[in-house]
């Protein structure tokens, strides 16, 4: 069986796609799944979460060469993978990924050609795993497209905060018009994750109410992502994982329930196709 490409995507910035993207892949990859992680924004956040969720301590991990450079002289993209753990690979970017809209303008004439480049890349890699995961940065560009082509599940992130809604709304239209209607990808949105503002706010239950009359109940997670202390540590720290701290624990349990979920989405999406 080929990975299962994924993504979690929503336009807007810092409603933690790459904090879930980490902690799914990494509790996934512990429930013995086969993981990568491509990072493809020029920002590089997951790629240094994860490495700093492999070096404890303070070793300094230098990436030799980048997804641009890989890209740019034509290497295999399976000589650029870093081991993180266990069932868990990283492909690192870095900011020189700036450029890689204009290495597609420059390198394809054709619309499809350059949103299918990256999805022909990684072609390869598919075989080796069990699901690859790409942390996408929050544009709706050529860059994000050539990602979402390559994907075969999406999973949209809702912030339950005013607006975020509309922003959910507008970017499933947009998946829907270029992606599938325009370019024939074949992705899939799997569901829609909440990710909650404040334990307990009354805006959250609002937005939530409002979410399951516009896309139905079956297509929200049950499982949803409240705000942790701890997953601001790890931006410093890496993923933490000590048994004996209820703060890992706790943070360990809520992202294991979402793979799990996921797994089971996935099961139902397989059984629907047969
Ligand atoms: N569930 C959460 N609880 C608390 N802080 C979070 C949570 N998810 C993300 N964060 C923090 O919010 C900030 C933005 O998250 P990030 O995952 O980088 O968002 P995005 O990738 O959407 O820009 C980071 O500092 C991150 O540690
Ligand atoms: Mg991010």
Redesign the pocket.
């Known amino acids: 069986m080929p990975a299962t490409v994924m993504t979690f995507a ?1 336009f ?9 993207t980490a902690l799914v892949s990494y509790n996934l990859s512990k429930l013995g799944y086969k993981c990568l992680v491509i990072d493809f924004d020029a920002q590089a ?1 997951i790629t240094s979460l994860l490495l700093k969720t492999k070096s404890n301590e303070s070793d300094i991990i230098t990436i030799n060469t980048t997804l641009m450079a890989a890209i740019n002289e034509q290497k295999e993209l399976n000589e650029i993978i870093i081991n993180i753990k266990p069932n868990l690979d990283l492909i690192p970017n870095a900011v020189d990924f700036s450029i890689y809209p204009r290495y597609l303008e420059k390198n394809f004439e054709n619309e499809i050609d350059k949103v299918a480049f990256f999805s022909n890349k990684m072609d390869s890699l598919r075989a080796e795993y069990d699901f690859i995961f790409i ?1 996408v940065p ?1 544009t709706l560009s050529l860059l994000n497209d050539t990602a979402f082509y390559a994907c075969n599940q999406i999973i949209v ?1 809702l912030q339950t905060q005013e607006r975020s809604l509309a922003g959910a709304e507008v970017f499933i239209q947009y998946l829907q018009d270029t992606l599938i209607n325009e370019f024939n990808s074949n992705v899939d949105i799997l569901g829609i994750l909440p ?1 909650l503002s404040k334990k307990g706010a009354r805006v959250d239950q609002e937005i939530l109410k409002a979410a399951i009359q516009e896309f139905g109940s079956d297509n929200i997670f049950n499982n949803k ?5 701890r ?2 540590r ?2 410093m720290q890496g993923i933490t994982d000590n048994q004996k701290d209820i703060h890992d624990r706790n943070v360990n349990k809520v992202f294991t329930d979402v793979a799990e979920e996921i797994l089971k989405r996935l099961s139902s999406v397989k059984k629907e196709e047969v």
Request: aromatic share 0%; proline share 4%.
């Open positions: 929503n807007k910035g810092g409603v933690g796609k790459t904090s879930t956040n942390d929050p992130v990710v992502i409240s705000i942790m202390e997953i601001k790890m931006d």
